[in-house]
């Protein structure tokens, strides 16, 4: 165990939740998806926009994590 105390958290604005559910909408849909039966550009379409949440959800983690690094300097 460390002696670091635990980060506070503060709430997500309406935009950063809007981006989460929208992430997880994709990654449903992508889910529900019967992989076997999309065509090599179906795949590439799901793959590019798999990538494109999962790069704005990290930047959604950078935003918050810079956010509470600045409160608390």
Sequence with gaps: MTDEQPTPMRA????QRDRIDFARR?????????????????L?????????????VIDLIDEVTESLTDRHQ
């Design 26 to 42: 994709e990654l449903d849909s992508a889910r529900a998806e019967s992989l076997e039966q999309l065509e090599a550009a179906g």
């Design 44 to 56: 590439i379409l799901m793959v590019e926009r798999l990538r494109g949440r999962l790069g704005d």
């Design 12 to 15: 997500l604005t309406d935009a």
